[in-house]
Structure formats: C-alpha cells, structure tokens
C-alpha cells in the first residue's frame, strides 16, 4: 500500500516570497492534516480536513497561511508571503477516518527555509 | 501552562535498561491518547495508543491516569533499535484538537 506522498521534500526561499506544498494521502483515507514541526519541537498541527471540509484550523495563521483539499483526496498547503520563522518541516499524515481511534500515516515532509 | 508537557529528556541509558517516559495534559476533556516515536529526520509513526486500563505490546507498556491527567510509557530490556524521540499525543473530542507534547529524546548505548 503506497504511503502518504508529499512534495518537493525540500524548499529554500527567501522571506516575502510565496511557497506551496503538495500532499496525496493513502488511498481512501477521508482525514488529512497538515503539521509544523520547528526543529526540536513536536508536530504543531495547521488544519485539519474530513473530506474537503475543514474540521479543525484554529492553529492556522489565516493572513499568510491557506489551505485546500479539492475533491477530497489531494491537498495543497500555501504561505505568502513567508516569514523566517516559517522555516520547519510540514508534514501531511492521514487517517482512515476521525473519531477515537485514529492512527494517523505521515508522508515524508517538506523542509522549508526561509532565509 | 502548556497543554502537552514531557520530560525534557535526553535519556542516555545502556542496553539492556528500562526507561520510563512521563507525559502530562492539561484539558481534562481529552479523550484519546497516543504515543509516537520520530526516528532523527524522519516522519512521526504510532507506537501505541493508550487505554484507560493500561496496555502492553511486547516490551512496551502505556499507562494513563486520567485523575492526574498523565500518561506514561515503559520500554524494558532497551535495545539499540529504540534509540528515538517519544511523542506523546492528546486529543479532544471525536478526533479532533490533536496536540503533540515537544518529545522526549533516548538514546540507548552500547
């Protein structure tokens, strides 16, 4: 079974400029979040979908962050304009569906710099 | 005070050790627990999640107190292989409002 795919896996820009992020999660799967994780830090979660609607995006910085998951299966994670503190990892994970038990799969990343 | 806290860490323990990791919360609404191991530069993976009455795989044990609003996970006769840093996850209500603690870092020596 092929796992959660994101891209690129690696991302430097410089501040002010825009960037977006890629993830296809596993086949099926109708739960998909988005994660920051800063170096030395737990995974922050951004947003998090069921289907193509939102269920959770408390934690999402809304004036340069967005997010969109059409068709209920791939998503895009976009920052404009990027800031220095953006540099981390996001990760994408996905999950078969909510509720209490909910193992969540995360693809590979996406290390972001932002200089 | 925030909402996932771990013991800082890092655990430098021999082969061979037990270790025990602690994790506390602060919404006491939360409803399912999880621990996650992070291998150095890779993506998180579930270790186990975590029941109300305590359960073990292998050399792995959970527990969760939900009185004192902690969780704790056991790794007896440590192996090399164990070497990670341990996430501990809450959540809220029906999946939602997941929240990572900052991790606990071991390494386990030869």
């Known amino acids: 079974e092929a796992g959660v795919a994101q891209s690129p896996r690696y991302k430097i820009i410089e501040k002010r400029q825009s960037v977006a992020f890629w993830c296809n999660p596993i086949s099926g799967h109708a739960t998909l979040y988005w994660y920051q994780q800063i170096l030395g830090q737990g995974p922050k979660l951004l947003i998090q979908f069921q289907n193509n609607g939102v269920v959770d995006d408390s934690q999402l910085p809304k004036d340069r962050f967005s997010a969109e998951r059409l068709k209920g299966v791939d998503s895009t994670l976009k920052i404009q304009p990027a800031k220095l503190e953006d540099s981390a990892v996001y990760l994408c994970?996905?999950?078969?569906?909510?509720?209490?038990?909910?193992?969540?799969?995360f693809g590979p990343g996406t290390r972001l710099t932002v200089l | 005070r925030k909402e996932v806290e771990q013991d800082p860490g890092p655990f430098n323990v021999p082969e061979g050790a037990t270790v025990a990791f602690n994790c506390t919360y602060s919404n006491s609404a939360s409803q399912s627990f999880f621990w996650y191991r992070q291998d150095c530069r890779k993506e998180p993976k579930l270790l186990m999640s975590?029941?109300?009455s305590g359960n073990e795989d292998g050399r792995f044990t959970a527990q969760l107190n939900r009185a004192s609003q902690y969780i704790s996970l056991l790794i007896r006769d440590s192996k090399l292989s164990d070497s990670a840093t341990y996430l501990c996850?809450?959540?809220?209500?029906?999946?939602?409002?997941?929240?990572f603690g900052p991790g606990t870092r071991l390494s386990v020596l030869p």
């Open positions: 994970a996905s999950s078969a569906r909510g509720g209490d038990y909910n193992e969540q799969f």
């Open positions: 975590v029941y109300s």
């Open positions: 996850v809450v959540t809220g209500d029906y999946g939602q409002n997941f929240v």
